[in-house]
């Protein structure tokens, strides 16, 4: 956390968050280099007034970090303009929370920024441009051979071309023209899902704007939420009572994280007979 007391305003606030688990990890997710990062990425993107807010050894479960808070207390005078995270794991594991701050709380007070996040989506839309433009070109060459294939073939009636060098020619082209069709299968394949995921995580931010607010968690919001819960069976290997529970969300399913998947794991000793 900052001490700093005297704020000015519109303040470019870097958050870093590096919880005791994270801190197994390495040097990756360490204080120093996300620190590092945000910097780099403030200057290098015009943000002026870089001011660091830090929680070192505290869970990401918990919004109530002293950081985090003196960071939402000066956004809501109005001091902060933009925030800046390495990546959303940073800011929180509870996803219902933190796409209320960035779909709602930080889109109303100005701008936020996932430096990871922001350079995924980048390559990703360059990926799947790219993926469209040899997709496409895959499709004209596909029609194309099937132009070839049709002139050979007259030719091979006619008696233009002899009829061993219409096998070879047409053995050619249908081969490349397989090769052509699996290609373009997977390439369709992946740009489908590109879309439907993005689409999904779109309709999932809806619904996270549309109970901005709520004082009462009711069924129905749950459901809009939740797919299911899946509830695994205790594990006692470790000498004490370990139960996974995953939440499946709508539209967005199970989601990855660095510290694994979404999982909600309650201990206690186990009792002696």
């Known amino acids: 956390m900052t001490t700093t007391t005297n704020y000015s305003d519109n303040i470019t606030a870097l958050y870093a968050r590096l919880s005791q688990e994270d801190a197994l990890d390495g040097e990756s997710n360490s204080i120093a280099n996300q620190k590092k990062i945000l910097l780099k990425y403030a200057t290098d993107n015009g943000f002026s007034n870089p001011l660091f807010f830090i929680d070192d050894g505290v869970s990401g479960v918990t919004f109530d970090r002293p950081g985090w808070n003196e960071m939402i207390r000066l956004a809501e005078t109005g001091k902060v303009k933009t925030v800046i995270v390495k990546d959303m794991s940073r800011m929180g594991r509870e996803y219902l929370k933190v796409g209320y701050y960035t779909e709602s709380f930080f889109d109303d007070i100005g701008a936020f920024r996932s430096v990871r996040q922001r350079q995924q989506s980048a390559e990703m839309e360059k990926a799947v441009k790219r993926r469209k433009k040899e997709l496409e070109q895959a499709q004209k060459r596909i029609a194309e051979l099937d132009r070839i294939f049709k002139r050979i073939y007259e030719d091979d009636i006619s008696g233009a071309i002899s009829h061993e060098r219409f096998l070879k020619l047409s053995g050619e082209y249908e081969a490349e023209q397989k090769e052509l069709m699996a290609f373009a299968k997977s390439e369709q394949t992946a740009v489908n899902t590109y879309e439907q995921d993005k689409a999904d995580f779109d309709s999932f931010a809806t619904i996270i704007r549309k109970y901005v607010g709520i004082t009462e968690l009711t069924p129905t919001i749950i459901n809009e939420f939740m797919k299911k819960i899946v509830v695994h ?29 979404q999982t909600l794991e309650r201990e206690r000793k186990s009792k002696t007979a």
């Open 233 to 261: 069976a205790p594990d006692k290997s470790s000498g004490h009572r370990r139960q996974k529970v995953e939440i499946i969300w709508n539209f967005i399913c199970k989601l990855e994280q660095d510290e694994g998947t």
